[in-house]
């Protein structure tokens, strides 16, 4: 087992399929004591079994990052765990539907609550526990939707909010050594919107477990500085 992330706490929310289980896989097998949040039990709980399996430490926190009440319930049950948390991945996501005319008021709704109301009001929970770390990462995990928008108005919406969200985690933290990324990563092969895994050449879309390793670069970082935006595409995907 590597030992870069040994001691560390890290929470990783959406930790129980695709691009958050493999961060929770790769941090892990680095030394980092996971904790894994996400809606779905049994999965979740799965996933962890995964991992403690292979000798690393796991956690799991059920519950939805989107209700307010939910998110703060799993940050004071961490501080009540483990006090303070050195990392916090902001992962947690869902699809939209891709256009203006699909898109209904109650996909509106779910899609800006999880992915950018839910990273605000974990990040704004488990913002003490991050003073308490000496020094504390937040990784937000956007799209190139984020920096191109697209068709969908409440996926772009989410993540262009999510941008200035980003903004402001970073000069929260400024003072008090906890840094703030937000990585725009183009497609990854999770079977996002239900396309099959595995069926795509490596130059059009991402294995998770290589950007999971990206992620563990940028949290293992020097401490002395701060890598604040990252773009990262497969090779046969327009930058712009
Ligand atoms: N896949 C891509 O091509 C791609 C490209 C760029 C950016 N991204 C971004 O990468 C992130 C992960 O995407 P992915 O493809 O890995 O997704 P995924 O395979 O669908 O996994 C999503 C994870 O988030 C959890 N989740 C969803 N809603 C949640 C909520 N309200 N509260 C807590 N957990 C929740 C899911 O578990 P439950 O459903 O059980 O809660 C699952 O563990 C997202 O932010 C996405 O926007 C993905």
Redesign the pocket.
């Known amino acids: 087992m590597d030992s870069n992330l040994r001691d560390k706490v890290a929470v990783i ?9 493999a961060i929770a896989e790769e941090f892990a097998a680095r030394g980092a004591q996971v904790v894994m ?4 039990e049994e ?2 709980g799965r996933a962890a079994e995964a991992i403690r399996k292979r000798g690393g430490a796991a956690t799991v926190l059920p ?4 209700d307010a009440g939910q998110a703060q319930a799993a940050a004071a049950e961490i501080q009540r765990r483990f006090n303070a948390v050195d990392i916090l991945v902001n ?4 699809p939209a539907p891709r256009t203006f005319q699909e898109t209904d008021f109650s996909d509106w709704d779910a899609v800006i609550g ?2 950018l109301s ?1 990273v605000f009001y974990l990040t704004r929970a488990l913002w003490d526990c991050l003073l308490r770390a000496e020094s504390a990462s937040v990784i937000n ?1 956007s ?1 190139t939707a984020g920096l191109r928008g697209g068709g969908s108005p409440a996926y772009g919406s989410a993540k262009f909010g999510l941008t200035g969200l980003n903004h402001a985690i970073a000069l929260a933290g400024k003072e008090h050594n906890i840094r703030s990324t937000i990585l725009y ?4 092969d ?3 919107r239900g396309a099959p895994i595995g069926d795509k050449p490596r130059s059009e879309t991402m294995d ?1 477990a290589e950007v999971a390793r990206y992620v563990a670069y940028l949290v293992a970082s020097p401490p002395e500085f701060v890598i604040n935006e990252a773009v990262l595409n497969p090779l046969d995907e327009p930058y712009m």
Do not use: F, K, Y
């Open positions: 929310s959406g930790a129980s399929h695709g691009l958050g289980l949040i996400a809606r779905g999965r979740l519950g939805d990052v989107s992962n947690a996501g869902i999880v992915n839910g995990i799209g990563p183009g497609g990854i999770t079977g996002w998770p």
